[in-house]
């Protein structure tokens, strides 16, 4: 598919992450297929307002394009005025965040809440598409609430405003990540625009994406959740959808293998201090589903060090040893 002038190959792209899609963690999901990747949601207001940890969030690596970065705001110039700053980071894209349910962010009047006011979606996508040489993209839901299913009138104004492409997220801010996702309204959306439409939402494994463009005719999915601690799950989608080829899980010890390795790649781009912190809730996701995971998700809430995580490897790998 085409977003754009930009050509992207593969099914899957990785979906944006607040606290979690950071560049060690995307490495991990560019090596194992995916076609896209989106940096953490990063605030227009902080970018223009100078603010250090905003900025920390645009870095690109090389090996990760192409790649988009995602900006959250409300107001037209401030957000044209942080697409401006974006690019001296080289995204091949940028995202708007329009599907946000967090309370500090759609409270705020940014993320999901935008969709209350699709016009201003349009004046926002405008501004930065002005302002930018790379696509303007937006990620949206299916809407605010279900009083206000409107994702099909809040694409196309995305669309009208210049939008290159537009992520659905098949649930309304209220619903969360719950109950399942509606395909429908991503296929509503599909019929209704000509950008490309990319469906999200409730993509756990190969066969629910192939069902996911099968129900939908969408063009690409982005997936979320389901690639923390299984970046692996790129490849498995891409095998199925390509070949009907299914790829298993890795082992335990390649598990152990990614898990480290990630951690060793944010240690080097953070601080131990924040990498070990941050590593806790992604030695966990990686422990999902294995047997004694309960216990080994109560240590990794206590590892503080490199050396901390390397003996939870080795117990865990000691377990699954027999």
Same mark, same amino acid.
Request: net charge negative; charged share 25%; hydrophobic share 45%.
């Given at each position: ?7 992207i190959?593969?099914?899957?792209? #990785? ?11 995307? =490495?991990? +999901? ?21 603010? %250090?940890?905003?900025?920390?969030? &645009?870095?690109?690596? @090389?090996?990760?394009?192409?790649? /988009? ?21 080289r ?9 946000c ?7 705020n ?6 969709? =209350? ?34 994702a099909?009138e809040?694409a ?8 290159? /492409? ?43 994406? /192939? ?6 005719? +969408? ?18 989608? @891409?095998?199925? #959808? ?13 598990? #152990?293998q990614l ?8 240690? @080097? ?7 070990? &912190?941050?590593? =806790? ?15 080994? %998700?109560?240590?990794? +809430? ?5 050396a901390?995580?390397? =003996?939870? +490897?080795?117990?865990?790998m ?5």
């Amino acid at each position: 598919m085409k977003i754009g002038n930009l050509d992207i190959q593969g099914h899957a792209a #990785l979906a944006p992450m607040a606290g979690a899609g950071d560049r060690a963690f995307r =490495r991990l +999901c560019v090596d194992h297929g995916a076609a896209l990747v989106t940096t953490e949601m990063v605030s227009a207001k902080g970018l223009c307002y100078g603010d %250090r940890k905003s900025r920390e969030l &645009l870095v690109l690596d @090389e090996y990760e394009h192409p790649a /988009a970065i995602q900006l959250f705001g409300d107001d037209p110039d401030t957000m044209a005025k942080a697409a401006s700053i974006v690019m001296e980071y080289r995204p091949d894209i940028i995202d708007v965040n329009m599907g946000c349910p967090a309370p500090k962010i759609a409270g705020n009047s940014c993320g999901s809440a935008l969709m =209350r006011d699709p016009d201003l979606c349009r004046r926002i996508i405008e501004a930065m598409a002005r302002e930018v040489d790379v696509p303007v993209t937006a990620k949206i839901r299916k809407g605010y609430d279900k009083q206000h299913v409107n994702a099909v009138e809040v694409a196309l104004a995305v669309e009208a405003g210049g939008a290159a /492409a537009v992520t659905v997220h098949g649930r309304t801010r209220d619903q969360m990540y719950a109950p399942p996702v509606d395909l429908d309204i991503i296929r509503e959306v599909k019929k209704a625009v000509s950008i490309p439409v990319i469906g999200n939402g409730d993509v756990t494994d190969a066969k629910s994406a /192939a069902a996911m463009f099968e129900q939908t005719d +969408c063009d690409m999915i982005a997936v979320g959740r389901a690639a923390l601690g299984a970046p692996w799950i790129f490849t498995q989608i @891409e095998a199925y #959808l390509s070949h009907e080829a299914i790829v298993p899980d890795p082992p335990v010890s390649k598990r #152990l293998q990614l898990l480290f390795r990630q951690t060793t790649m944010a240690v @080097e781009h953070k601080g131990e201090k924040i990498a070990l &912190l941050q590593a =806790r809730k992604h030695a966990a996701w990686y422990m999902r589903g294995l047997q004694g995971a309960a216990k080994f %998700r109560s240590q990794a +809430c206590a590892i503080e060090t490199l050396a901390d995580l390397e =003996r939870l +490897c080795f117990d865990v790998m000691k377990e699954h040893m027999g």
